[in-house]
């Protein structure tokens, strides 16, 4: 986000240690309900102008009812580690034909104010790649 918004007059700080470890539950069904969800508990809690983003993985050839959506890391009610996610979508890919077109696609929920909320969930803003059933040999925790 600090790129995108490079030019601007605006700054961004990330929330303190304190609100970081506040739970919030993401029971959305798209994104932008996730972002929403985020932006409005955290803007109840501190008062302050703030955004949260929140995507979902759809991938090419799988039905809607296949799709891990927004849950990207739990796969049939199971948290996944780093490397349980790289077997699972690498097996996946491979009964597609061993590449697939992906998207993340992204939403952002900003809130000013009690009054003035915006809100953008357009393709533009989604992120395109290939899946591939032989993941890279670097990898990055957590993605």
Do not use: W
Not at 85 to 103: T, W
């Amino acid at each position: 986000m600090k790129k995108m918004l490079e030019g601007l007059s605006v700054g961004l700080l990330p929330l303190d240690e304190k609100f970081r470890r506040f739970e919030i539950s993401e029971v959305g069904e798209t994104p932008l309900e996730n972002a929403h969800i985020k932006s409005t508990e955290y803007y109840r809690i501190i008062k302050k102008p703030l955004f949260s983003c929140d995507s979902g993985l759809y991938i090419e050839g799988l039905q809607e009812d296949e799709q891990a959506g927004l849950n990207v890391r739990r796969i049939n009610g199971k948290e996944l580690s780093d490397q349980e996610m790289l077997e699972y979508y690498s097996g996946l890919v491979d009964e597609l034909g061993g590449k697939v077109l992906a998207k993340y696609k992204n939403a952002i929920y900003l809130i000013v104010d009690d009054q003035h909320h915006y809100y953008h969930d357009g393709d533009d803003i989604s992120e395109y790649f290939f899946l591939v059933s032989k993941p890279h040999n670097k990898t990055i925790s957590g993605f």
